[in-house]
């Protein structure tokens, strides 16, 4: 069965920094567009950034443009989140994706979060 | 791509059938997909390109539409999808979702 484990979050002063990582297993990782989502307590869901199979395309939301950097290793079977000058706003759950592209397109698999508390 | 999610709350009972919409600003094709997500869990994929049922989803879910205009059916509510459902586009970036719709009993 596909698994995704994210680490990483904790409590974080404002205009700090967070890394956050998710561990991938049981598929071909470097297959995969794999992607970040995250959810702020008590509201919706908000994609913040995908990375291609290789790494050699990144997409962001624009409210983490300049901040945050998405990174993979694929020997490592793993994906990151780099997290600069971050903000109360960006309070949340993060939750590590898998992006099913081809045909099809879709978040097949999620890992279960990690929270990230922005806060003085 | 603004994804306009209706109604963001309903209220049902056991056994009955309920529609969700969700309306994009511009033509997203097929390139939408549903998610049920219970509280403190990730959310589960129901349905992508639209109308196609993911894997192991009972077969209670459907849904439909292209272009703009998208429904989530639930033929017969059973007291475990009294949770939220989102929809997502994923036809252009920033890929959005929408604003979500929690099933009340």
């Known amino acids: 069965e596909v698994q995704l484990v994210e680490s990483g979050g904790g409590l974080v002063q404002p205009g700090g920094s967070l890394r956050l990582s998710c561990a991938a297993s049981q598929f071909t990782f470097s297959n995969y567009f794999m992607g970040w989502v995250r959810q702020a307590p008590g509201k919706g869901l908000e994609w913040v950034a995908n990375?291609?199979?290789?790494?050699?395309?990144?997409y962001y939301v624009d409210s983490v443009k300049g901040r945050f950097t998405i990174s993979r290793d694929n020997a490592k079977n793993s994906l990151f989140l780099q997290m600069d000058s971050l903000r109360t706003e960006d309070t949340a759950v993060y939750y590590c994706?898998?992006?099913?592209?081809?045909?099809?397109?879709?978040?097949?698999?999620w890992g279960q979060g990690t929270l990230v508390t922005v806060s003085s | 791509i603004q994804l306009t999610q209706s109604p963001s709350s309903l209220s049902a009972s056991v056994g009955d059938r309920v529609t969700i919409t969700c309306r994009a600003s511009?033509?997203?094709?097929?390139?939408l997909a549903w998610y049920q997500q219970k509280p403190g869990k990730a959310p589960k994929l129901l349905i992508y390109s639209a109308s196609s049922l993911q894997s192991g989803v009972p077969s209670r879910f459907s849904g439909s539409g292209s272009g703009t205009d998208f429904t989530l059916t639930i033929s017969s509510l059973q007291p475990e999808d009294f949770v939220h459902y989102y929809c997502?586009?994923?036809?252009?970036?920033?890929?959005?979702f929408g604003g979500g719709t929690k099933v009340d009993i």
């Open positions: 511009q033509d997203i094709s097929i390139y």
């Open positions: 997502l586009q994923l036809k252009n970036y920033p890929l959005t």
């Open positions: 994706v898998r992006y099913r592209r081809g045909y099809d397109f879709f978040f097949d698999y």
């Open positions: 990375i291609k199979e290789d790494g050699g395309a990144t």
